[in-house]
DNA sequence: AAAAGCTACCTTTTATTACAAGGTAGTGGG
DNA sequence: CCCACTACCTTGTAATAAAAGGTAGCTTTT
């Protein structure tokens, strides 16, 4: 009961995060602003919400995992769309492999 | 965005408390006490502390999820060993359903 | 039979997460 | 020019998980 090895530490944050990875997955596939990204979320029948899709945007783009450019509307205000930069892809890629070994992990225990 | 239909709500419950699912799972499979359990999400690679261990335990024999009898143990303290309830495995049964689609959603996302 | 040490149970505190709710501001239509 | 709508964001609250610390029974050792 001592050493906490980086695999399952990287698990431990997966199971909270799961919304993350999902809203990185979105963005990867979709660029788009914050209704694109919660209505692919939608599709997918994970539903999230405005008020917590916002401050996990903000955290990443300060993680540095995302980026933005302005965007006018043809109707409405200007819109925030969100890109994946490079650490972004990284980050996605180890958190598909986090995923998949949290998938395997969860069968071993039938 | 307004309705919160009683899926969706289910796999926001499964974000959280995927640790709860796997503790139901290794008591179904293998009746024991706390260290049985923790070893064997070990085995699992989740990486579970007592700390987090014994308030979940407490908290699904408040729901009734759970019961325990004392066993004496040949070498120590008495242990509490847990074994499912009806409702428990009814709740087990619900959610590996919840967890099969929500690791279908996740893969919708790509 | 007293001390030391282990095993087992449990609680308290702290950080993070997700949600609900509320708030600001730009834009276009009437 | 005002209203409605869209879009962004913040604040407050509840739940979760982890770290750390604490109590007590049982065995072994001396």
Do not use: H
């Not at 090895?5 to 788009?32: H, T």
């Not at 933005?68 to 205000?77: A, I, N, V």
């Not at 998949?100 to 069968?107: N, R």
Request: charged letters at 25%.
């Amino acid at each position: 009961m001592k050493e906490i090895d980086s695999i399952s530490s990287k698990q431990a944050q997966m199971r909270k995060g799961l919304l993350g990875y999902a809203v990185l997955c979105s963005i990867k596939n979709d660029e788009g602003y914050a209704a694109t990204i919660l209505a692919n979320l939608k599709k997918a029948d994970l539903l999230v919400v405005e008020g917590t899709l916002y401050p996990l945007l903000n955290r990443f783009l300060r993680e540095g995992l995302l980026q933005y450019e302005w965007q006018e509307s043809k109707s409405g205000p200007p819109r925030k769309y969100y890109a994946l930069t490079e650490a972004g892809t990284a980050t996605l890629k180890e958190l598909e492999g986090t995923w998949k070994s949290l998938v395997k992990s969860m069968s071993k225990l039938n």
